[in-house]
């Protein structure tokens, strides 16, 4: 008797099951451009810092966008929970690691402070730099236009898993469209996976979406919920909603991966699969001047019910300028970012990210079974 | 020379291989139910716990139905060989793990004393609870009449593959269309693995079928006979067998998926799978209040001459009503897993456990591939 | 432009990749038969020791026989290079391990006494057991008569590749279907694994063939090579060309899964998989009877250029009888084998070996990800 | 909605995911012919050592030359940076490896001398050997023709991509098709990875190409740019070309697996997927005559901005010629690597490399699924 399944499953790949490969012609790394642009809104590279308290304070927002990139302050953390951040960033830091998710449930149930929005909008943009804050779908209708008044220049709208239309009891669903015409800022939603959420998403106007759902170094959705599309696969399927919805619409959207990159080869390959930028969380945590000291930890880990992931020792590995430009002499990949993005779009022949979105892919074995010396025992 | 094989082999697979895709639109969990009915007996949570004696005591049976799901008692086990069980359980609890297996060997070698199967469906039937027991093919023709006759709503019948036609030299297959003639309660028969198999024990009239051979955790048939198949492909298998019987007689039959399931997030991909419930033995043996004291093990585990499986630690995790319904601050997926299953059911936007059958799912990387650590204990 | 590749490559498996589906009908174990025929010789098992010195001395194969199963004796190791070999098995064991291969190569280059072969062959001979002698093909022409004369029963041909045409420079290649035609016992000859070569073989009238390059444990043939087929592909391929060479010439060619194999599951997916028979050295060697006393070691491992393998520590786990019967306390599938033949044969309803060529097998994940107790850290 | 992507990924394999099936007919190793021919220069056996420092001395191509094959040196290493290069060996072996990557990138910065060019060469000439340099492609054209005037008789150019076609700010890019108007011996020219750059390569006149991007162990180009085929995939697609080219001009360019292999096996399966020879680092950098004295490490280790690998302790394995040919007492493939590959090419009836070609391959488990303890060093 033939075999009869319930449904059929696609294989999905995430950045370890995939490589670049080189391009029929290469180019100098000097002769490449990293340019990101958001609504009206133009980025020297691609790299966004993810809302995360232990990566983005209002200072590291600004050191961001003087390297060029963007910080996206978080609007439901702890800055604006309280008036005085830093002694509770302390408290999380020096917690034993078997008590610290019980903390973060604790500390992150105060409630926001709407005038802390305000405030820490204009710290950031006081310093010149561009400003973007994120929020939580339940929250965004209410409190963003108070961002935005005080000078917000983007809103990102996030939850793990955001689409056009949700469903609920106790509030009305957000309506985006509405929401564009009323902040008359770029928008930012996520996250999103599928073609079809990325599509129905863009039809809304809004001008980015933030791929990926549970791929995260501080989250733990796959095994606590199950949900989950590897990174290679989410941003091949977005980034083919936007190419349709640009074909049809004349309108491009960004298309930012968000999560689970670690190391320059991710975020190439992330780029290679259609991402025009990048979200990273963990190896900007590890810079000197974030707010983490080595630490971070995500927003779902603090749910008071069911907590996913927890507060992770990441290190501190160097200076943010030596994470995004080097020079290094560390050889893993994790420093350097932007030198690594250009040397790729150099072997691949891709003067602009754009380009970059043309290089082949191929599905590839582990890298140890590669990469590492092996040494055969009994 | 183009090749020749003997046979053909399909791709099959388990929890640890798939993930569950996001769906189109997105609900709160407060929206969602996730009713599960056998026969006629309706229950809140699609929960079953499996009839292992380090998992199930009729006390243990008793809380699961003030839980919302139900406890299956094993018929043929410590609590019906022994007027006092408890001793017993302290003497396999207390054994060197070298010594355990032989043990076990040997206190399941006591007979089966008929007259407590009554009084320990009584035992639980005093509380108040939905009783269900389960007992082999070899012995439900004598035995579960009895067990019925005493109280019992639900009649498991369960070996490590069972098949609507089986042959033996020393006893008369059970024809299961007469033992549902016979006694009057739902019955629900495992395990089985295939679309065939599971539409031929549905033809006989049976009320529910338990799917997987050789996933749990406290089992080696798949090591010791090579015999098994991954629960993923499992379920969809016999998932697809109950649309068809369904479509063609009207009668829905309930397809539990049995074995191999530790956290939320395999209990998600096992309903995502087809599953209208799980059955769970290691979870729920890391409760307080199971008999267990932390240890759990199979029936196949104590064979007189081809154990499969032994005595594994599995440690205390919390209390039952933790274990399924939080709150926690465990972040491992392996507490509140009512919470998880309705985390999932929001973000596929399913209000009910049909619903989620809808879900789409990929074959996605180990997820150790994204940026964890894993660590694989006992 | 589209990929251009110099040749195409299918995908093989191994044992660890498949696990057997239960059958539509299941049936007690008591009700199988285990039978094997090699040429006009039958035997109650299907189970063959291998020609290793560790697994089989003259005393081995008559408790091989004694069990219902084979033991070969290799007439080209120590049972023939030393009127003693006893003093020079206690050598190759209490050798430290960085020494021992130069040390197998020197003593495996001693010559052949080749009246130490009939001798014994007679030791065997005279237990009453069927006795089975190995030869590499350079030899088999001129030393296989002399045991033939002696009373063996059956000759095995054996070298890493075997071909029905060996080209050489320094001996004429060795015809099959003039050595049958000499010979006049039933002739076993291995390894191979693929159909072209197996069918080439089974055209020259030899009985049996042994399937397997590469697979075992005391070999690195691949490593050092690159050579090698997984052992569940080469079977399904000899298999095929068996049944194509049955159904054309009405002759049925014993296929025998030679090395590998380490547990009931993988002797039950090899004969799923197509073989008669299964022959296993290093379960055996765990055996207290056998001559390696913990030890096992295979000829390649003492080429005197190019050894591939080493000894290999494997431990003594029971008598033959608990490796081939049981009964065990251990529960990793590593004794009662032939119990645990027939329990798989019982679940899918398999009367005979030759049933079980029938059941289906899928491919699966690996075990670890589904029979295992994972524990999540961080 | 049927799923969209942005683009398609196919699946490459490395040499770890590949074996070979043996032939249909077999033959004696001593009937085999390693022989390689680049341009006009014959090579007893098709294996090169790579422009390493810590692999390739002037003494040391001496030797492989002596041996058969041919040794390549770095053009711009230290032996032209430095008159006096072995007390920079010295500080780099003995450099703690914290700090390494910070000294090589360092002494590499010392300009290359190019009156050392011709003198390294004369070196070479002066003992008879064939002398092979390499240079980078920004180097190519100005220093080359120094060391072809010096006696140089292959050119090797050689960056991690190359193509034929390379856009720069600062130099024009090397027209290889004026290149070899200009010197007058064959020219290597690599790496590369795909059929399209491999063919465009091979029209513009040149004798051999290098394959391989990302694979070698001295080497993390794909952890840190995300760029990298694995090596039989590469080598499939490589041969190809060289196949179409051959058939449409009649002129034969060798195809030279650069990287990755560090067995006998991993050499038969380079040549097995179509390579004409193979260039190795780490084993020969194991021997006991390389200048790295039991160290290793490549050009890209010590880019300044970007280093991708560091120096690796691969320690002293033997002597060249037991590494080449053996004897050995040494089973894990890493020793007579020549009659490891007459062995494969008697297992697969192959007379000559051309004739391995023809050898089938399959996908392959992980060898460790198949009863082996593998143990991961450095």
Same mark, same amino acid.
């Given at each position: 008797?033939?075999?009869?399944?319930?449904?059929?499953?696609?294989?999905?790949?995430?950045?370890?099951?995939?490589?670049?490969?080189?391009?029929?012609?290469?180019?100098?790394?000097?002769?490449?451009?990293?340019?990101?642009?958001?609504?009206?809104?133009?980025?020297?590279?691609?790299?966004?810092?993810?809302?995360?308290?232990?990566?983005?304070?209002?200072?590291?927002?600004?050191?961001?966008?003087?390297?060029?990139?963007?910080?996206?302050?978080?609007?439901?953390?702890?800055?604006?929970?309280?008036?005085?951040?830093?002694?509770?960033?302390?408290?999380?830091?020096?917690?034993?690691?078997?008590?610290?998710?019980?903390?973060?449930?604790?500390?992150?149930?105060?409630?926001?402070?709407?005038?802390?929005?305000?405030?820490?909008?204009?710290?950031?943009?006081?310093?010149?730099?561009?400003?973007?804050?994120?929020?939580?779908?339940?929250?965004?209708?209410?409190?963003?236009?108070?961002?935005?008044?005080?000078?917000?220049?983007?809103?990102?709208?996030?939850?793990?898993?955001?689409?056009?239309?949700?469903?609920?009891?106790?509030?009305?669903?957000?309506?985006?469209?509405?929401?564009?015409?009323?902040?008359?800022?770029?928008?930012?939603?996520?996250?999103?996976?599928?073609?079809?959420?990325?599509?129905?998403?863009?039809?809304?106007?809004?001008?980015?979406?933030?791929?990926?759902?549970?791929?995260?170094?501080?989250?733990?959705?796959?095994?606590?919920?199950?949900?989950?599309?590897?990174?290679?696969?989410?941003?091949?399927?977005?980034?083919?909603?936007?190419?349709?919805?640009?074909?049809?619409?004349?309108?491009?959207?960004?298309?930012?991966?968000?999560?689970?990159?670690? #190391?320059?080869? %991710?975020?190439? $390959? /992330?780029?290679?699969?259609? *991402?025009?930028?990048?979200?990273?969380?963990?190896? @900007?945590? !590890?810079?000197?001047?974030?707010?983490?000291?080595?630490?971070?930890?995500?927003?779902?880990?603090?749910?008071?019910?069911?907590?996913?992931?927890?507060?992770?020792?990441?290190?501190?590995?160097?200076?943010?300028?030596?994470?995004?430009?080097?020079?290094?002499?560390?050889?893993?990949?994790?420093?350097?970012?932007?030198?690594?993005?250009?040397?790729?779009?150099?072997?691949?022949?891709?003067? #602009?990210?754009? %380009?970059?979105? $043309? /290089?082949?892919?191929?599905? *590839?074995?582990?890298?140890?079974?590669?990469?590492? @010396?092996? !040494?055969?025992?009994?």
């Amino acid at each position: 008797m033939p075999k009869r399944l319930f449904k059929e499953l696609e294989r999905a790949y995430g950045f370890d099951d995939v490589a670049i490969v080189p391009g029929q012609v290469t180019i100098n790394p000097d002769l490449t451009s990293t340019k990101l642009t958001i609504g009206d809104r133009p980025f020297d590279i691609p790299f966004l810092a993810s809302a995360m308290d232990g990566a983005v304070s209002p200072h590291f927002a600004t050191l961001m966008h003087q390297m060029g990139g963007l910080g996206v302050l978080n609007a439901e953390g702890l800055y604006t929970r309280y008036e005085d951040p830093h002694s509770i960033l302390e408290e999380i830091i020096s917690m034993p690691q078997s008590e610290v998710t019980e903390h973060l449930q604790q500390v992150y149930s105060a409630p926001i402070q709407e005038h802390l929005i305000g405030q820490r909008v204009q710290e950031i943009r006081k310093s010149g730099a561009t400003c973007a804050v994120s929020f939580t779908p339940q929250n965004t209708k209410r409190m963003s236009p108070l961002a935005v008044e005080a000078g917000a220049d983007i809103v990102v709208v996030q939850s793990t898993v955001t689409t056009a239309r949700h469903m609920s009891r106790s509030y009305r669903g957000l309506i985006f469209s509405e929401l564009i015409n009323t902040l008359h800022v770029p928008v930012v939603v996520g996250n999103c996976v599928t073609y079809s959420v990325a599509q129905e998403l863009m039809e809304t106007g809004i001008d980015g979406i933030l791929v990926g759902v549970g791929p995260g170094s501080a989250c733990t959705t796959r095994e606590v919920v199950g949900v989950g599309v590897p990174q290679v696969t989410a941003t091949l399927e977005c980034a083919a909603a936007r190419e349709d919805y640009f074909r049809r619409t004349g309108r491009y959207v960004a298309v930012i991966t968000d999560g689970g990159l670690r #190391t320059g080869g %991710d975020v190439c $390959k /992330a780029i290679a699969s259609g *991402a025009d930028g990048v979200m990273l969380g963990t190896p @900007f945590a !590890q810079a000197e001047e974030a707010p983490g000291q080595g630490y971070n930890w995500g927003m779902a880990n603090a749910h008071p019910e069911l907590p996913r992931g927890t507060r992770i020792h990441v290190g501190i590995k160097g200076t943010l300028r030596q994470i995004l430009y080097g020079p290094t002499s560390v050889t893993d990949g994790t420093q350097n970012l932007v030198g690594a993005l250009r040397v790729a779009m150099g072997m691949c022949g891709a003067y #602009t990210v754009r %380009d970059l979105h $043309k /290089a082949d892919m191929v599905i *590839a074995p582990s890298i140890k079974t590669e990469g590492k @010396f092996y !040494q055969v025992g009994l």
